[in-house]
């Protein structure tokens, strides 16, 4: 059984800054290929940021400069910092692996940028 649990989301004006994180637990975490995910409402979920199991990222073109991905393996944790945020980033956002899991998603942490 996995258990995927986002935290750290919030309210903040444009230009302003959080840092989400991601905890991990029944999976063998530190070999897996991780990304946030995000929806907005009535979207479709996209990917913003992957990390491979040595650290190395990628993003989506959407936050590219803007927002950095990073992990701990030793306490099964991912990081997504997010700076310059838009309103048009406010969404849920939600950690999973690549491919996602289909039947294992965490509540997601609630992310709204105020212009």
């Known amino acids: 059984q996995v258990q995927l649990v986002e935290s750290g989301g919030g309210l903040v004006q444009a230009g302003g800054s959080l840092n989400i994180s991601c905890a991990v637990s029944g999976s063998i975490f530190s070999v897996t290929y991780m990304g946030w995910y995000r929806q907005a409402p009535g979207m479709q979920r996209e990917l913003v940021a992957a990390?491979?199991?040595?650290?190395?990222?990628t993003y989506a073109d959407s936050v590219k400069g803007r927002f950095t991905i990073s992990r701990d393996n030793s306490k099964n944790t991912m990081f997504l910092q997010m700076n310059s945020l838009k309103p048009e980033d406010t969404a849920d956002y939600f950690c999973?692996?690549?491919?996602?899991?289909?039947?294992?998603w965490g509540q997601g942490t609630q992310v709204t940028v105020s212009s």
């Open positions: 990390i491979t199991s040595a650290g190395s990222p």
């Open positions: 999973n692996k690549i491919p996602s899991w289909r039947d294992y």
